[in-house]
């Protein structure tokens, strides 16, 4: 089956033309639609200066990034939701101190007021960073309804060892709360990414729920093997196998080589997508999740269940 075919670098209207395609996709699956555990929902004048950066093609980037889907955020949820995505949660993430609390506030409004219209499909996210106060405030987003937390290790240049971070790695392990940490060396290495330091971290808190952002790029082996050890990780498909990176032959070489660790862990790889910060169409990045040659019942725990699980959506839409 393909849903959109490899569509790199698209224009807006190919890439709205593309996920035409992707209702069918998960309908063919027989499942409810698809839950993306790696999508991006913040106040716009922080998203602003994220595209503004990718715009410039900054150094984590290197090279022209045209982002697909420049829309007002009432649009981009529709779209969302028009594509089938029954849960996603509001990634945003601090890089630097004094960032955290206030958006932790923002995404619990947020999740309320689209509760309050009668959307569900939000699952409600917070961040934290390495300073004084991190672990109440992080205790008080739990409180609040917080249901998966977002850091990112390389933007925001912190150890994850940090010592004002251990009792809150501690405190979200108890509470089976995942959290998604883009950790990986990609799109460049920073001081305190790399498998190495995040594992110490699951050394020290081993029942930590963990996603780990775009399979750990692009150290894959190394995280694969950490999810091998830790039941508890798990990893998530974003930009995973797209064209975008070195062309399609590389990529589905590369999907063929992951291919029997990504079977050996099947219930715990789940769809993430970096919406809406893509340089192409949604529809690639499920298109490509074909690559590894892994057959239907592992795209419909990739796409459905993993997802729905690790949320803990409501066990009549399964």
Not at 17 to 40: I, N
Not at 44 to 54: E, K, N, P, S
Not at 97 to 105: K, S
Not at 121 to 139: H, K, N, R, W
């Amino acid at each position: 089956m393909s849903y959109g075919g490899a569509v790199t670098a698209a224009p807006l209207d190919d890439a709205v033309r593309a996920d035409a395609a992707v209702p069918a996709l998960w309908a063919e699956l027989g499942v409810p639609g698809l839950v993306d555990a790696h999508v991006h929902v913040m106040p716009q004048r922080l998203l602003d200066r994220i595209w503004a950066y990718f715009d410039s093609a900054g150094p984590l980037v290197g090279r022209p990034w045209p982002i697909a889907y420049r829309w007002p955020q009432e649009e981009r949820l529709s779209h969302l939701r028009t594509l089938g995505v029954r849960a996603f949660p509001t990634l945003f993430y601090a890089h630097k101190p004094g960032m955290a609390e206030g958006l932790n506030d923002w995404g619990r409004d947020f999740a309320r007021e689209q509760r309050a219209g009668g959307r569900d499909d939000v699952v409600q996210s917070a961040t934290f960073f390495p300073e004084p106060g991190v672990l109440d405030y992080t205790a008080r987003a739990l409180d609040e309804g917080a249901r998966v937390f977002k850091v990112h290790v390389q933007v925001g240049a912190f150890d994850p060892r940090d010592p004002q971070l251990d009792p809150v790695w501690g405190l979200l392990a108890e509470a089976g709360t995942p959290v998604v940490v883009h950790t990986g060396s990609g799109p460049a290495p920073g001081e305190h990414t790399g498998p190495g330091p995040f594992g110490e971290v699951l050394a020290r808190h081993p029942r930590l729920t963990a996603v780990v952002a775009h399979l750990g790029m692009p150290e894959y082996d190394a995280y694969l093997e950490l999810a091998a050890r830790h039941p508890n990780v798990h990893l998530d498909t974003t930009m995973v196998f797209v064209d975008f990176f070195d062309g399609a032959q590389a990529q589905t070489r590369l999907a063929r080589s992951l291919a029997p660790r990504l079977a050996d862990l099947g219930d715990r790889v789940v769809l993430g997508t970096d919406f809406p910060n893509i340089p192409y169409a949604y529809a690639h990045q499920l298109d490509v999740l074909q690559r590894p040659g892994l057959g239907p019942d592992w795209l419909r725990a990739v796409l459905w269940h993993n997802g729905a699980r690790l949320f803990g959506l409501d066990a009549s839409l399964a």
